[in-house]
T-cell receptor, first 114, second 115 residues
Framework: AQSVAQPEDQVNVAEGNPLTVKCTYS??????LFWYVQYPNRGLQFLLK??????LVKGSYGFEAEFNKSQTSFHLKKPSALVSDSALYYC????????????FGSGTKLNVKP | NAGVTQTPKFQVLKTGQSMTLQCAQD?????MYWYRQDPGMGLRLIYY???????DKGEVPNGYNVSRLNKREFSLRLESAAPSQTSVYFC??????????????FGDGTRLSIL
């Protein structure tokens, strides 16, 4: 079975500091990994994905994610946080045997303080 | 470009009532999905439709039915609402299910409360 874990319910950082939101996955087969962001009262918005290739993936709004196969992790990062980055972040893995199935983590609330 | 549109945005029901949540996408996507979002549990797949005319169960299908009316529209029906179905419901679509690299596009959700 495929699964994703986001070990932190909440991450607090100061504006201008680097941020990391953690994600680990369990997949039988090649992982197809995604990060989404959700602002209040809105749907999820796609940030970035890892399918194959470079372990460092760049996405929207200055975010990037590092894929680590040995640690089965796909952490979301940003060098300098903005207050406007405050939102709920979801990591997701696509089932490699049924592309219609996505498995989402429980979400991490990012709070960026001025 | 509207993307994925869900109606209604909010709804309050009494236990036992029925209702249909509507979803339409204008991106010519083949695949459509219904999720529910509950605190601390992330998003859980209720049903999906890989193409017009097909539907399949996801992780939590009990108490729900779906209809893929055409390529654009995918509706979710609660036949007899229960308080456990209080949740935020999201519809999503994606371009293709034959490759793994296409992300999903989400609507803004329907907030459903069942008393």
């Amino acid at each position: 079975a495929q699964s994703v874990a986001q070990p932190e319910d909440q991450v607090n950082v100061a504006e201008g500091n680097p941020l990391t939101v953690k994600c680990t996955y369990s997949v039988s087969g090649n992982p197809y990994l995604f990060w989404y962001v959700q602002y209040p009262n809105r749907g999820l918005q796609f940030l970035l994905k890892y399918i194959t290739g470079d372990n460092l993936v760049k996405g929207s709004y200055g975010f990037e994610a590092e894929f680590n196969k040995s640690q089965t992790s796909f952490h979301l990062k940003k060098p300098s946080a903005l207050v406007s980055d405050s939102a709920l972040y979801y990591c997701a893995v696509r089932d490699p045997y049924n592309f219609n199935k996505f498995y989402f983590g429980s979400g991490t609330k990012l709070n960026v303080k001025p | 470009n509207a993307g994925v549109t869900q109606t209604p945005k909010f709804q309050v029901l009494k236990t036992g009532q029925s209702m249909t949540l509507q979803c339409a996408q204008d991106m010519n996507h083949n695949s459509m999905y219904w999720y529910r979002q509950d605190p601390g549990m992330g998003l859980r797949l209720i049903y999906y439709s890989a193409s017009e005319g097909t539907t399949d169960k996801g992780e939590v299908p009990n108490g729900y039915n779906v209809s893929r009316l055409n390529k654009r529209e995918f509706s979710l029906r609660l036949e007899s609402a229960a308080p456990s179905q209080t949740s935020v419901y999201f519809c999503a679509s994606s371009e293709s299910f034959t490759t793994g690299d296409t992300p999903q596009h989400f609507g803004d959700g329907t907030r459903l409360s069942i008393l």
